[in-house]
């Protein structure tokens, strides 16, 4: 199916890239016209409103990408910036030297690239009027690739600079400056699959203080997603959860009209384990890992004859059976996947028992706090919900394995993020879903996403410049320990927790993420709301600690140097 992505038309790019000084490299460029195209029809008319507009193209590469945006925008400028001595920029010259060009190639460094003043100090762009800082800008839109790897080859990345553009991305939207500082502006971004597991993620596992700062500013679409997405390498939510996400999804797309070309599906259904269409309900079932696709060769190479189970005349044998016989190599690694295929779904039986239990208890939890019901009837019900809660505990405390004991308390977790409304995760709140890259679409051969991020028109919860960066680093010292209950708030400072909670009642109501019992809230599951309820009442609490000694990390150090202390 994915022949059909590379054709003739993409061997000039690939070549070229394949030219650019050997293992010197340092990006991972597009060099598919085919995904091109299909990323701009799924961005759909969207795009239309910025014909006219400015577009700020950062590390364009080789220029395809910014070629083809270039021709469905129609901007009247079009200004390419790649660093002091790019292999790239000899490629780009062609494009600034056309007749009546509008594309203008710069050779900046990256601090200059991402800052506005020195766009505005050469005339490329005009002075902000800050009396517009909150209307949506049209006259701006940025392009960027940031993926940048190892000059020496290697898996590890020497910088990989997303999540830090986009955690000043989001300092810039709350304070109106940089690029905002004259109207929100949009961004297409490039940048590794694996680094989008923080950004846009898929699990509440897998969620951070920028997700929740992008929740609180932006809409984040996934527009591209590579190739790897789905393979078992990443932490997964339980198969029900992610076939009724699906299943939304589709349904939106289909009152849309929203069509993915054929091969470019993310085939949810099918790499999870089916591809039914009708409704679900959550179920734990067997998530698909990596050596499902080893153990589902084997047993078909095994039907059709291809290896014995066994024989003693093999020199490959490994292992003896009762009559003396001996397992051949490839069988005995059959043997040995069918019995971890079958104690996983021993495990999730389990785990899917603790969950049913817990979701009564949570059921009976609502009807013990009806106001409508008497005051005798809601105390014997709570008392139910009680005893029966620690019942559950008990039987997860003896439960075999902590595997089991870790799944149920991660899965009961999900199902009740994504059971919110809105769900949590702007995933799960997506209008559509991504279409797919291959590796092979790139050069080198290595996985990019794509995502389209733009302000949110109002901001549900507005800060001034000292609160957003105290919010910021109060989220940062929070989420060292993302698991853990809301009882981390005393390791920030000791009795935050018992002074802060009750003034956030958001944090106890079940109608809005909460958990009664708070000890039964993570740090990961805090919705914005919460989040922002516990910076005001940090603020207003007369024992609040010095800023100088809250626990720091580093994204939030920046930060933390421009606060003043709050009296």
């Keep these: 199916m994915k022949s059909q992505f590379f054709q003739a038309a993409s061997k000039p790019f690939f070549q070229t890239a394949r030219n650019l000084k050997g293992n010197k490299r340092s990006r991972i460029d597009i060099v598919s016209p085919s995904l091109c195209n299909d990323a701009l029809k799924h961005l759909g008319p969207s795009l239309q409103a910025y014909e006219g507009c400015t577009i700020i193209d950062i ?151 920028l997700s929740l700062f992008l929740e609180m500013t932006s809409h984040a679409r996934e527009i591209v997603c590579a190739e790897e997405s789905l393979v078992g390498k990443m932490k997964m939510r339980d198969k029900g959860t992610d076939l009724m996400s699906g299943q939304r999804v589709a349904q939106r797309m289909q009152e849309t009209g929203i069509m993915i070309p054929d091969g470019r599906q993310i085939q949810l259904y099918e790499q999870l384990g089916g591809n039914d269409k009708g409704s679900h309900t959550p179920s734990t079932g067997v998530r698909i890992r990596e050596w499902h696709k080893e153990l589902h060769d084997l047993q078909q190479r095994f039907r059709s004859g291809d290896f014995v189970q066994a024989d003693g005349m093999d020199v490959g044998i490994i292992k003896r059976l009762s009559n003396g016989a001996r397992l051949t190599p490839e069988y005995a690694r059959l043997v040995e996947l069918e019995r971890n295929l079958k104690h996983i779904a021993k495990r999730a039986k389990m785990t899917e028992e603790l969950l049913q239990d817990q979701n009564q208890i949570d059921s009976l939890d609502a009807q013990a706090n009806d106001s409508n019901l008497g005051e005798s009837r809601q105390a014997a019900l709570q008392a139910e919900v009680q005893e029966r809660k620690s019942l559950l505990q008990e039987r997860v405390k003896n439960t075999s394995g902590s595997h089991t004991r870790d799944e149920f308390k991660n899965l009961k977790d999900e199902r009740k993020a994504y059971g919110q409304n809105p769900p949590l995760l702007q995933w799960d709140q997506r209008k559509a879903d991504p279409i797919k890259a291959y590796n092979a679409e790139f050069h080198p051969e290595k996985g990019l996403c794509l995502i389209d991020v733009e302000k949110k028109r109002t901001l549900p919860y507005p800060m001034s410049a000292m609160q957003w960066t105290f919010f910021s680093v109060l989220m940062a010292a929070l989420w060292k320990q993302p698991t853990e209950n809301l009882s981390a708030l005393n390791n920030i400072a000791p009795g935050a927790f018992e002074a802060i909670t009750p003034h956030v009642p958001a944090l106890t109501d079940p109608g809005r993420g909460g958990e009664r019992d708070l000890l039964d809230l993570p740090v990961n599951r805090l919705t914005p709301e919460m989040a922002y309820g516990i910076m005001t009442a940090w603020l207003d609490w007369p024992f609040q600690p010095d800023l100088a000694d809250f626990p720091q990390r580093g994204d939030s150090l920046m930060a933390f140097e421009k606060v003043q202390p709050v009296q």
């Design 59 to 209: 590390n364009p590469g080789l220029g395809l990408w910014s070629s083809k945006v270039h021709d469905f925008v129609k901007p009247k400028q079009h200004i390419l910036a790649e660093p002091p001595a790019s292999p790239f920029l000899p490629h780009l010259k062609p494009l600034a030297n056309q007749l009546n060009s509008r594309y203008h190639l710069l050779d900046w460094p990256e601090e200059d690239v991402w800052s506005p003043d020195r766009y505005i100090a050469e005339g490329l762009l005009p002075p902000f009027d800050n009396s517009k800082s909150k209307t949506p800008s049209h006259s701006i839109l940025i392009l960027a690739n940031t993926r940048i790897q190892a000059d020496k080859g290697g898996e590890q990345a020497r910088t990989t600079t997303a999540y830090h553009k986009l955690r000043h991305w989001c300092d810039d939207i709350s304070l109106n400056t940089g690029f905002h500082a004259g109207g929100p502006v949009r961004m297409l971004l490039w940048f590794p699959e694996k680094e989008k597991r923080t950004i846009i993620p898929r699990t509440i596992q897998y969620r951070s203080t």
